[in-house]
């Protein structure tokens, strides 16, 4: 790249920044979107998309990327397994989220989203890493005014989103400290061949066990990929754990894996598992700053990840457009995102969050998963309650849902944010300013 300037400039060309890219330039903005590697490439996953992920696609009009016509699977909703049974759990019918998920290689998914933000008219730089902020202050107000790249160049911006995901070096260079010691995931991911690509269902394990049958922390998942992508007729297997300062998962999680995959070989017809890779998922909005005078993180950089199922490609994808529709109302305001952006933020998601947040780590507390298992997985219960399970997980409900359930949820939610806000408001400035 030469010294240049864009009007948006966006750092990290995974969902999010794609996302933002592809938002912004429709909205005519002038785009440049960078990522440190070329493209295709690879990321640590387990492309899940739930009804919640083709929904946000959905809203970017991408929803042609994932359709069934395009040679991705048709995912009816889940089945779990574990403590002696086995539960069928459909997506639910509602009126926002369709009652369909897929599963797509990151590395298909995410050159699909980079080549639709360079067809909307986003200016594509890759190879290059950002590596520091120049900030100014203007009329008291710090402003980020060019961003500096490995190789030296330079590029000034009147806004920069920062879609750098898990590693977000610039954006800890701006105050964005994510909050490690609160709940977080760390997990496993492969890609095994199987003539069972084309299963309907995503298959989830919630009790593990090693080599010589000791029961592990964590859950495994199986993601039918189709027969048609990358990776031929293929299945992403993986699996992880929630981990806090308190109670750090003590998991190998790779070794977890090979473990996992030897048990499941039989009844999946599973080669060898291949690009195994592991990563950290930063959770629940736990990040202290997230945005600036002219600038916001987004995606995994604002640790938009679910606690309860790992997902965080519909909450970058969410983000990123929400960030961009939020700028023609920061273009009028003097304090700009930086007030505007957490509080979005926390109004969107701090309830969920919260309450997603307070069950994910009462889960790392040892016993309690194999004491309450058994209850919902067996007997004539189980059904309708891992429905709900499923339901919840996937934060499949919105503040319209006038359901028992969701109404109960939702209430949940605001009791345990109202409870971050009044005994931890200092300590844990979620979605902080
Ligand atoms: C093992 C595992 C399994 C998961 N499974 C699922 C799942 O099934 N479903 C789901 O929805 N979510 C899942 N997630 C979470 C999901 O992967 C992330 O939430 C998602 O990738 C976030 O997207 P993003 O765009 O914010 O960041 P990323 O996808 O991480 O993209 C960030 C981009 O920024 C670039 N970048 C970083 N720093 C710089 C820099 N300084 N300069 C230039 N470029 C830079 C990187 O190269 C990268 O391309 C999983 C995560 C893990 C670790």
């Known amino acids: 790249m030469n010294d240049t300037a864009c009007e948006v400039l966006v750092v990290g060309a995974g969902p999010a920044g794609s996302a933002a890219a592809h938002r912004a330039a429709l909205a005519g903005r002038d785009v440049l979107l960078v990522d440190m ?28 990327l994932v359709a069934a016509d395009a040679g991705r699977p048709e995912i009816r909703g889940l089945k779990l397994h574990g403590f002696g049974g086995s539960v069928t759990a459909p997506w639910p019918a509602h009126p926002r989220f369709p009652a369909r998920g897929t599963a797509v290689a990151r590395s298909d998914l995410d050159n699909a989203l980079v080549e639709r933000a360079v067809a909307s008219g986003a200016r594509l730089s890759t190879g290059v890493k950002a590596v520091d902020v120049d900030t100014e202050l203007v009329r008291g107000a710090r402003r980020v005014r060019a961003v500096v790249f490995a190789d030296g160049t330079r590029v000034r911006c009147r806004y920069l989103i920062l879609a750098e995901g898990v590693r977000s070096g610039l954006a800890r260079t701006l105050g964005t400290q994510w909050l490690r010691g609160l709940v977080h995931g760390v997990a496993a991911r492969s890609y095994c061949a199987s003539p069972l690509g084309d299963e309907p269902w995503i298959h989830s394990h919630l009790e593990l066990r090693d080599d010589d049958g000791v029961a592990q922390p964590g859950y495994g998942w199986i993601f039918p990929l189709g027969t048609e992508g990358t990776h031929g007729s293929a299945v992403n297997l993986g699996c992880g754990a929630l981990s806090t300062s308190q109670r750090p998962a003590k998991v190998n999680v790779r070794k977890l894996l090979a473990s996992y995959a030897a048990q499941c070989r039989d009844e999946w017809a599973l080669g060898e598992p291949t690009h195994v890779a592991s990563a950290l998922l930063p959770m629940g909005g736990e990040v202290t700053r997230v945005a600036g005078t002219n600038w916001a993180a987004v995606g995994d950089t604002a640790a938009l990840v679910n606690p309860l199922n790992g997902e965080g490609i519909d909450y970058a994808l969410e983000s990123a457009a929400d960030v961009v529709d939020m700028l023609p109302d920061a273009d009028h305001c003097p304090d700009g995102l930086r007030h505007m952006w957490p509080a979005h933020l926390r109004g969107r998601y701090g309830d969920a969050f919260s309450l997603a947040r307070r069950a994910a780590t009462l889960l790392t507390r ?50 345990s944010s109202a409870h971050d806000r009044f005994w931890h408001a200092e300590s844990r400035p979620l979605f902080g300013v």
């Open 366 to 415: 040892p016993g309690l998963l194999s004491a309450l298992g058994p209850v919902g997985m067996r007997g004539p219960l189980a059904e309708p309650l891992m429905g709900t399970a499923a339901r919840l997980m996937g934060n499949l409900v919105t503040p319209e849902d006038r359901d028992l359930t969701a109404r109960a949820w939702l209430a949940a939610g605001r009791l």
């Open 37 to 64: 590697q070329d493209f295709p490439r690879d990321k640590t996953c387990g492309d899940g998309l739930t009804p919640r992920a083709v929904h946000a696609l959905d809203r970017l009009g991408a929803s042609d």
